[in-house]
Structure formats: C-alpha cells, structure tokens
C-alpha cells in the first residue's frame, strides 16, 4: 500500500514554454500533498505543501508564480513550472499524506526535468 | 527552520564491515525518519523513530533517536553491497513539514 507515482519520469523542454508534472496516490486519499526539488548530489528541499482544496504554501524564495501547484482531489496534485528556464532543470519528487499519522509521508519516483 | 546535520557525507567501506551513520540537531523533532534513496528515485522509508532513546531494527539495520530528541544514529552491520545508496535523515517540524539533512552517500565495495 501506499503508493504514489508521478508522470512524466523524464521530461525536456524548450526554454521559455511551460512543463506540468502531475502526482497521484494510487490506493490512499492524499490530503496533503509536498513538492521537492532537489539539485544533484544533494538533499531535498521543500517548495511547497497543498491540501486538497486550497491554495498550496510556498517555502520562502519560491516563487508561486512560477511554479503553480493544483491539489484538485484527493488522489492528485499538479505542479507546473511556467516559463521554465535552464536553471529550472532538476529533480523533481512529491510526496503524499494522508493525514492519518503526520509523519507518514510516501514520496514518488521522481520527476527529471531538462530545459534546453 | 531547524536544521539537521548528518555525518559523514561521504562514506566508502568494504563489504563486512560496520558503519554508523549519525543525524544531530540543535532543536527538538517529533518524530525523526530515515529514508534510502537510488539514482534517479524516490526516497523510501525505512524507519520512523518518535519516543526519545527508542531503538528499532530492521535486519542488519539499527536505528536510535537520541534521549532528547535531538539527534539520531543509522548502524549498519555487516554491511552488503547492497546497501550502497544515498542515505537521508528528516525531522518533523510542526505538523507536516519534514527537514531533510543533507544525506550520507554510501558506497560498500565488493
């Protein structure tokens, strides 16, 4: 149980266009959602945690406008890099919550993100 | 923000030998989690320590939170090829956000 998987694994883009990455817990109710990034040979760091239905909370120097985050259902959270650039290429992870033990989070496989 | 520091960054050792891997904060967390993590995956949980000097095994595998829920130590033993990942320690801060540290790369060599 607790699966959660993220779609596309790999994904390239042209600078300047916009890329969506999307996150679903497969056989639980999410009602938190977390995005991480996270740079090569280093750790994760939170950008942002949403709870179904309302506006996500962005981790200070992330900008919301640039990295837009759905939590429409419980099985399924977006995030969108808008008008990405070069320096937006890295690993992106989300992981899932359903709430029932705060400490339980189950995180996905990873998103691989490239602007050219 | 609480921070996490785990120690050492970098660890290579022979198949067979022991290895501690340490995690130490100057706050108070929660609840602390250990995490494994492949190229290019997710982490995955391996274990969850809430009460101060709990221990837990998991096969060759000893994790212990610190009396003061503070800090935290991952020992492996006897250690495999296998276990060469990237390692990670998170602490819970509030109700939901996990700290991460900056992880132990470990490498066993045949």
């Known amino acids: 149980g607790a699966v959660v998987s993220q779609h596309p694994s790999r994904v390239i883009c042209k600078s300047g266009t916009s890329v969506k990455i999307e996150c679903r817990s497969l056989?639980?109710?999410?009602?938190?959602m977390f995005w991480y990034r996270q740079f090569p040979k280093k750790s994760l760091m939170l950008m942002a945690t949403?709870?179904?239905?309302?506006?996500?909370?962005?981790e200070q120097g992330v900008e919301k406008d640039k990295f837009l985050i759905n939590h429409a259902s419980l099985t399924l959270s977006t995030l969108t890099v808008t008008s990405a650039h070069p320096e937006d290429s890295s690993f992106y992870i989300c992981?899932?919550?359903?709430?029932?033990?705060?400490?339980?989070?189950?995180f996905g496989p990873g998103t691989r993100l490239t602007v050219t | 923000t609480q921070l996490l520091e785990q120690s050492p960054q970098f660890l290579s050792i022979q198949e067979g030998e022991n290895l501690t891997v340490y995690c130490n904060s100057s706050?108070?967390?929660?609840?602390l989690q250990w995490y494994r993590q492949e190229p290019g995956e997710g982490p995955v949980l391996l274990v969850t320590?809430?009460?101060?000097?709990e221990v837990k095994k998991l096969k060759r595998l000893t994790f212990q939170f610190g009396d003061a829920r503070k800090d935290s130590s991952l020992h492996i033993t006897a250690a495999q090829t296998g276990d060469t990942g990237l390692y990670l320690c998170?602490?819970?801060?509030?109700?939901?956000?996990?700290?991460f540290g900056q992880g132990t790369r470990l490498t066993i060599n045949p």
């Open positions: 706050s108070v967390f929660s609840s």
């Open positions: 320590v809430v009460t101060g000097g």
């Open positions: 992981s899932a919550s359903s709430g029932s033990s705060s400490y339980e989070q189950y």
């Open positions: 949403s709870n179904e239905g309302s506006k996500a909370t962005y």
């Open positions: 998170a602490g819970l801060q509030g109700a939901q956000k996990l700290v």
């Open positions: 056989d639980f109710q999410a009602t938190t």
